[in-house]
C-alpha cells in the first residue's frame, strides 16, 4: 500500500470567478494519476460574504475571513492561490511573500511592469516559490505545437502568431465593472487581462521581443454604472503588437515577426487562443477553436503538405480520462495546478511547467512598451 501523502493546504485569497475555477479543478483532483500532492481547499478570503458563502459547499474550508491577512499570517495554509483585481495585485502578492507563504498569482502579476518588478524584489527576498497563472498552453494540442516549435524542425523562423480574443463586451449595455477601467485593471488595459496567455508560450521559447509597434483601441468609452448613468470606461478594449523577435538560427541580426493579438471585442470569438509558427522547413497551427486537432505543415517528397492531427486528452500530468476523449477549459485548469504543485514539491521532471515571474515580467516588458508605442506612433523597444 502507498503511504498517504500529507495534504497541502491551500488558502484562496480573491472568491470570484478564478477562486471558484480553482475549488472545481481541486475538486477533480482523483482524476491525476500517480500525483504527489494532495490540495484541499483550507481558507478563503474575501470582503463579499457572498463570494465566501459559495466555498462552503466544499466541506473543507476552516478559515473564510473578509481579511487576506489572516490567511497570509495562518501557520496551518501552506499555500495561497491569489485571484483578486489587479489593483490589489502588490499589496497582496508582496504581503504573502513577506509572510513567507508560496503562492500562484493571477497575471497579470501587478498592474503594472513597476509593480510586478516590486512584487519580483520581495518574492527574491524571502525565497517563497512562486508561479504565474496561464493555463491555455495545457491543451494537447498547445503542447504539441510547443514541442513542434522547439524541436527545431520549423527550421529558420519565418513569423509567429498568438492571441486571445473574445466577445465579452461586444455588448455596449454591459454595466461597468473592475476589469473596464484603467484604475483597476491597469494603464495596460486588455493586454493585463489577455496578454500573460499570449505571451506564455512565444517566451517560453525564447522568442523575447526586441521591439514592439502598438495598436490600442479603446472602442466603447463609456458603460453604465451601478445605477445605470452611463461612466467612463477608459480600458484599451483591443490591442494589435507588432513585434521583432532575434531569430535564434542566424548571426546576422535577421529578426523575425510575431504578431500579439489581445481582444475583448471579437465578434464572433467567445474564448479563442491561438498559437501558430511558421518557418522554412515546417509550420504548426493550434485554435482552441478546433481544441481538439493540431495541425502541422511540413513538405514531402517535394510537395507542401498541411496535416491534421488529434492530440488527444494528453496534456502535462497523466490522468484517468481516456486518451480519446476531449479536453477542455476545466482541464487546463487542473493540469496547470498539477505541474505547480509538482514543480513545488521538486517532481516536475522536464514537464512543460507554469508560467514563471521571469516570463510575467517580460511580458509586463512588452506591454508597458506598447503604451509608450501608442503615444508616439513608433516602435519602441521594451526596458
Ligand atoms: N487565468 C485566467 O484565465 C483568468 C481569467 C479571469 C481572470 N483572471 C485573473 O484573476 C484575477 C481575478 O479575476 P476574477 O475574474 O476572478 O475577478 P472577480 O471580480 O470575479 O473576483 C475577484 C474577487 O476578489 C475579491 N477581492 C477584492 N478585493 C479583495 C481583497 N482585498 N481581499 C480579498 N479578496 C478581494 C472580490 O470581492 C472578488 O470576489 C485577476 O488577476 C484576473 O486577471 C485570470
Known amino acids: 500500500m502507498r503511504a498517504a501523502v500529507p495534504p497541502v493546504r491551500i488558502g484562496i485569497i480573491g472568491a470570484g470567478l478564478m477562486g471558484r475555477e480553482l475549488a472545481v479543478a481541486i475538486g477533480r483532483w482523483v482524476a491525476l494519476v500517480d500525483h504527489p500532492v494532495r490540495p484541499v481547499v483550507t481558507g478563503v478570503a474575501d470582503p463579499e460574504p457572498a463570494a465566501r458563502g459559495w466555498f462552503d459547499r466544499l466541506g473543507t474550508v476552516r478559515i473564510s475571513t473578509d481579511d487576506w491577512r489572516r490567511l497570509a499570517d495562518d501557520p496551518e495554509i501552506d499555500l495561497l492561490y491569489l485571484a483578486v483585481p489587479h489593483d490589489m495585485h502588490e499589496q497582496i502578492y508582496v504581503g504573502a511573500a513577506e509572510a513567507g507563504k508560496d503562492f500562484l498569482g493571477e497575471k497579470p502579476f501587478g498592474i503594472d511592469h513597476a509593480a510586478a518588478e516590486r512584487i519580483a524584489e520581495a518574492v527574491r527576498r524571502s525565497g517563497v516559490f512562486v508561479r504565474v497563472s496561464s493555463e491555455l498552453p495545457f491543451f494537447p494540442g498547445a503542447l504539441a505545437a510547443w514541442n513542434l516549435a522547439r524541436s527545431g524542425q520549423l527550421g529558420e523562423i519565418l513569423e509567429v502568431r498568438s492571441g486571445l480574443s473574445h466577445s465579452s463586451d461586444l455588448n455596449r449595455a454591459k454595466p461597468i465593472n473592475w476589469k473596464r477601467r484603467a484604475a483597476t485593471c491597469g494603464r495596460i488595459g486588455v493586454m493585463g487581462d489577455l ?10 521559447l525564447g522568442w523575447e521581443p526586441a521591439s514592439v509597434y502598438a495598436m490600442l483601441d479603446d472602442v466603447v468609452t463609456e458603460r453604465p454604472g451601478p445605477d445605470g448613468v452611463p461612466v467612463r470606461c477608459d480600458t484599451w478594449d483591443n490591442a494589435l503588437l507588432a513585434l521583432r523577435v532575434a531569430e535564434p538560427t542566424r548571426r546576422d541580426g535577421r529578426t523575425f515577426p510575431m504578431l500579439w493579438e489581445t481582444k475583448r471585442i471579437a465578434p464572433g470569438q467567445s474564448n479563442t487562443w491561438w498559437f501558430e509558427a511558421l518557418g522554412m522547413d515546417g509550420g504548426v497551427r493550434f485554435s482552441t477553436r478546433t481544441p481538439t486537432t493540431v495541425e502541422r505543415f511540413h513538405v514531402v517528397d517535394g510537395e507542401q503538405v498541411w496535416e491534421t492531427l488529434q492530440p488527444g486528452h494528453r496534456s502535462v500530468w497523466p490522468t484517468v480520462t481516456g486518451a480519446i476523449f476531449e479536453f477542455g477549459f476545466l482541464d487546463t485548469i487542473l493540469q496547470m495546478w498539477a ?21 510575467a515580467l517580460a511580458a509586463h516588458r512588452v506591454f508597458d512598451a506598447a503604451l509608450r508605442s501608442h503615444e508616439t506612433a513608433s516602435a519602441v523597444s521594451p526596458r
Open 339 to 359: 505541474t505547480f504543485l509538482a514543480d513545488r514539491a521538486g517532481a516536475l521532471g522536464d514537464r512543460f511547467g507554469t508560467a514563471t515571474i521571469e516570463e
Open 195 to 204: 496578454g500573460m496567455h499570449v505571451a506564455h508560450l512565444p517566451l517560453r
